[in-house]
């Protein structure tokens, strides 16, 4: 990896931990960005614990794929081996974003995955945002937040990573990923506000219904995909 | 069509885009507002996807009441087609702004009208702001968007438009209108503000009741109609 | 009146109008705050339909307290009938304030007086919160505005209007007053958060007790009357 | 006590009080924190019934542990005795921080606990945060501000305080501290994010499970105590 190349990915970085903080997506230091140079394996990950006006670009963490810290001073965040475990499992993804943003928070505390109940939601993520299974002890007691990771990519499945770009981990919060930090910042961004509606939509009406299969998929089709229509050509 | 008016309305549909965003009635890319010239039949509209600090008065697209491109070098939002149909069926409005604000979409979310409970909503609003029927899925698989403006007119039905200056469409969002683009905007606020205070007003009683037709009329007309007296004469 | 007496009332009037803005208690023109020089019986008040940026004291108007102006050049608010039975109904306060504020609001909808759930709200009012009898169709038809205030003035009934200095309109909002109008905009900034508070209380808990007489009378007298002995000798 | 560690223990009081402000944590006059030089028994605190926007670091009064005013021209808090109860009573703490902050409030007005649903609690408090009784008449006719301490002490029981950096006072508000007042102050923020989580989450589903001992152990043991792995060695 050259050193202009590294320097972009420190940059892209900083700049996706410090949105978190700016859009109001992690307070204290509730949440993470990190990316992949997927040439040559490279992670660049927030520093674990460090507020985030105190970011820079030296002194992120940079790793391998195995979490063996290839420069920077300090430790990195203590989630890297969820992050490396969907780096590895998903290869179409660039950038992961852990937050503890708040109504996200809220349906992976009460352990419900989040269903599409408009349009809003159907134009970013292509069904309900999935939530985990409750983390066994076992789980919790070995490796768990590598764990975390596997329960993640069981959950997902089948499902086209790029196409649900968010999930819940019950009892936490939520991760999301891009094809870069910054679209996973900006899903995560999607994904507070998506949570939020569908929030209010149930407690106006608990019975509420979701929308149908045609809408949905009109939606999401109309800004993703090879017959999408929303937007510039040239900005896909 | 003159520069001079082409240059005033593509003023005034910038000012109104932006100030979606500035009011925190559109994230992201979630919003659009429009103007008609009615002598020239010309109609000046945001261009698609393109968020709100990129836009310029240049990048705005003007069509005609086909949808035609008259001029700008971008798509126009992906919407137009239902500004369209609701240009031709209301004579009387000048513009037309489409949001997901947040509360106006979870009413739109759970398929209920707005209830008119007090007398902040009568002083905008001549009666319950209304909700769509749910789009069939020939009406999803077709024109979908001039499909939504259909829906819109029929659930308008023999409504005044200028007196309920807005809907619900189903599982979507909010459209609002009236004589310009910029008071198009003011009721896209007004019904943000009004819908979160139903919310709350439901959620603390499930059985609130509906203020009399009475004291509903009576606020409506003293802002609006021939023998209002709120506000200043010269200002109506 | 002196000349310099009145130039004080104007400009603690636009002071107060422009709070009410600043601290989000009145969106729009969803508000009005008024003052009156006992000596004189001139009531200072907000123009009709003026946006907050736009007042100077310069356009407040000027009124006696049969609602005659006496100086300004423009409509005075629709309000200022309610605000003229108040201040003849009530001899010990000289300002009060209108606004829309959201949770208080609210509660007026949902036509329910607010509980005292805690000591935040036994700090500021000795009771709960008084909401008025909904507005016979009579009162809406005939002098509507000072029907509003006579409907406030029976609701108080023999209730202290300095320990009591908030009621909700059934279906409308909230109006609040206090020695002077800025102690009027300093309650409804209060009335507001207690009202939010009591509103999530009861969400949380649909049987949420009051709290024991002792405790409000407590905390209420720590910080009005004869034994208060909050904040300092010199700032009561 | 140095005039030099007295500075320094009124700049943090000055700076821990006006957070409260600055975050949104105290309206008005609601809050008040203060903190203790353990040498000398001395404590600094917030002046009654100033707003936060006129405190300096020289009318901040300082007192002895029985409450006698050693330095200060005005009032000490009225909540001063309530402090010096809780730093009898627990020695390891340096701070202290009452708030009225909104949800940590709530919980308080319905007086009920706030449990544990996820792991942004688990990262701050060891176990669910605990309200106390309701306070009895005799208690609050008497020496209410200590009684209120005295509560607050045998709700705690057993716990080490700083591993439950926070408490509820039923119908009342929150306490929080820690080993300083700027810890104090940091606890007051989590608090009340924790609290606006677990009010949303039980709106969402009134059954809602707490997480397991094995995951609250595991979050808050990886960031507090022996075996800590988050954040930097140099940063505790």
Redesign the interface.
């Known amino acids: 990896m050259s050193d202009a190349k590294l320097e972009t990915l420190r940059a892209q970085v900083l700049d996706a931990n410090r949105e978190l903080a700016r859009r109001g997506l992690a307070?204290?230091t509730?949440g993470n960005a990190s990316a992949i140079d997927r040439a040559s394996s490279r992670v660049v990950i927030k520093?674990?614990?460090?507020p985030y006006d105190q970011l820079t670009a030296d002194n992120l963490v940079v790793t391998d794929l195995d979490g063996r810290i290839v420069a920077g001073e300090?430790?990195p965040s203590?989630d890297l081996p969820t992050h490396l475990v969907l780096y590895r499992a998903f290869a179409a993804i660039g950038g992961i974003v852990h937050t503890?943003s708040?109504?996200a928070?809220?349906?992976?505390?009460?352990?419900?995955e989040i269903p599409c109940?408009?349009?809003?939601h159907a134009d970013y993520f292509h069904g309900p945002v999935p939530v985990t299974d409750?983390?066994a002890?076992s789980d919790?007691?070995g490796e768990?937040e590598a764990n975390t990771g596997h329960v993640i990519v069981r959950c997902m499945g089948t499902r086209d990573p790029l196409r649900m770009p968010a999930i819940l981990v019950s009892?936490?919060?939520s991760f999301c990923w891009g094809k870069d930090v910054a679209s996973a910042v900006?899903t995560a961004?999607?994904l507070e506000?998506i949570a939020?509606?569908?929030?209010?939509?149930?407690?106006?009406?608990a019975d509420?219904?979701v929308?149908?299969q045609?809408?949905h998929d009109?939606h999401f089709l109309?800004k993703h995909g090879a017959t999408a229509?929303?937007?510039?050509?040239d900005?896909t």
Chains 1, 2, 3, 4 share one sequence.
């Open positions: 307070q204290f509730f520093p674990s614990g460090v300090l430790r203590s503890h708040h109504y928070t809220v349906w992976a505390q009460a352990r419900r109940f408009g349009t809003t409750v983390m002890e919790i007691g768990y009892g936490h919060a900006g961004s999607v506000e939020r509606m569908a929030y209010h939509t149930v407690a106006l009406d509420a219904e929308i149908s045609a809408l009109k109309r229509y929303y937007g510039q050509p900005r």
